[in-house]
């Protein structure tokens, strides 16, 4: 697997039982190099991180974090098996997911999570250069929670799309003649990181939920069913496929210099723009739009509008289209890098080497590992095989074998292998 991509990470870990019985399963990270660096360099800074509950006869969490490339698409980075999730298991991925990023601290990074679990106090902990956002939906489902004979459905949303200090005061100004204590409690949950209107400008990035990886869960829907191996093995091929699909389809698109997504927000914007009055002339580099008693202030040289929803999302919000369209100007020169069709293909442009199937690894006989506990009695008995080859630096190379207690053509006899009494760490290069 080394010789795929000797620079993506695995850690494994168990933890031991008995003398002369094998550890058991604890938990594994797996990093993806290639999305990583796809990530760092040609997408918006916004990690999305999430648990899944594995419908499986074993308690099993997978912990993922993702991104969205320039055409607002998902992109896995890394995945994690936990047997629970918890504030040790949330620092357990983050600062491998740091380290396999190469951040200081997760400087230059930020992340989206729904703050269960501890996931806001691993990140306030183990990663305190990162900014950590909240997600609106978990917020808005505690809130209902809390109070649920308030309706203030449409002014708590009004009040997260705000992308300026102003408009949220007036939402959060209608929320408080609602319910008193629904503000209150609002405004104890720091606003700083779930109101859009405070989101980092260099994220380049507009989102308010999670929904990133829901997204990534629909996708991966049929290989949650999988054992451990076979899920990675088949995930990691099926990103592989991704890197390819999108670059062959980045090579179609030669007609337009941005990514269809942001096309599709460009023609919107237009058009919510046309209602707006511009006081401009074609030399001045300022333009102000008035309309039913609001203006706002457009500098085409910054590529700044006072309504902050240009800097935040890298594209021209309605009122600068406006005024570009009257400025005689391309709309495309005014979107940001990472939107454009140039950097989506060197997104994608260097490839994902495809790891083999199954079938076509070698078995080798090291340590036997046990599986973790079980959520019923009903459930087979299945033996978790790991084959380990070690390297001489910190970090061995692991290859992760599975079996099912079935006979395998070519698979070693099972007496073969011997039990381990001592814990096993294994940090390694997956491909």
């Not at 990270?29 to 594995?54: H, N, P, S």
């Not at 992109?75 to 620092?91: G, K, Q, R, T």
């Not at 102000?288 to 590529?303: C, F, P, S």
């Amino acid at each position: 697997m080394e010789i795929v991509n000797s620079r993506n990470i695995v850690i494994i870990e168990t933890k031991s039982q008995q003398q002369f019985t094998a550890d058991i399963f604890d938990r594994m990270f797996v990093f993806l190099y290639d999305t990583a660096y796809a990530f760092k360099t040609r997408c918006r800074m916004l990690v999305t991180v999430d648990g899944w509950e594995i419908d499986s006869p074993y308690k099993s969490v997978m912990l993922v974090a993702v991104c969205r490339d320039g055409n607002d698409s998902v992109l896995p980075i890394a995945f994690c098996e936990v047997v629970e999730e918890n504030l040790d298991s949330w620092a357990f991925f983050l600062k491998n997911l740091n380290y396999g990023l190469r951040l200081e601290r997760g400087e230059g990074l930020c992340i989206m999570g729904d703050g269960d679990n501890g996931i806001d106090e691993a990140v306030e902990e183990f990663l305190p250069s990162a900014v950590y956002r909240q997600c609106c939906f978990s917020l808005y489902t505690k809130m209902v929670h809390e109070f649920p004979g308030v309706t203030v459905h449409s002014p708590f949303w009004g009040a997260c799309r705000s992308t300026n200090g102003n408009c949220f005061k007036n939402q959060m100004a209608v929320i408080q003649t609602i319910s008193v204590e629904c503000y209150n409690w609002l405004k104890d949950t720091d606003c700083q990181k779930w109101a859009l209107y405070s989101m980092p400008e260099w994220v380049k990035s507009t989102e308010i939920t999670i929904s990133a990886t829901e997204q990534l869960r629909i996708w991966l829907l049929k290989q949650l069913d999988l054992n451990v191996a076979h899920r990675y093995t088949t995930i990691t091929r099926k990103v592989a496929e991704i890197f390819q699909r999108r670059y062959l389809l980045g090579c179609e698109w030669v007609y337009d210099k941005i990514t269809p997504a942001v096309r599709q927000q460009i023609i919107q914007n237009t058009f919510e723009g046309e209602g707006w009055t511009v006081d401009v002339t074609s030399r001045n580099a300022i333009a102000v739009v008035t309309r039913d008693g609001l203006a706002y202030e457009i500098n085409r040289e910054l590529m700044t509008c006072t309504c902050k929803l240009w800097q935040l999302s890298g594209i021209p919000c309605p009122h600068a289209c406006r005024c570009i369209d009257t400025w005689g100007d391309k709309l495309d020169t005014y979107v940001h890098r990472l939107m454009t069709m140039d950097e989506y293909r060197l997104a994608y442009g260097p490839g994902m080497n495809m790891l083999p199937q199954a079938m076509q690894w070698k078995w080798q006989l090291h340590d036997s590992i046990s599986p973790p506990k079980k959520r019923s009695t009903k459930s087979n008995d299945t033996q978790i095989s790991f084959a380990f080859s070690v390297c001489t630096n910190h970090y061995p190379v692991a290859v992760i074998i599975i079996s099912d207690g079935l006979p395998h053509p070519g698979r070693p006899d099972q007496e073969q292998h011997k039990p381990v009494n001592e814990r096993n760490r294994y940090c390694s290069s997956m491909t």
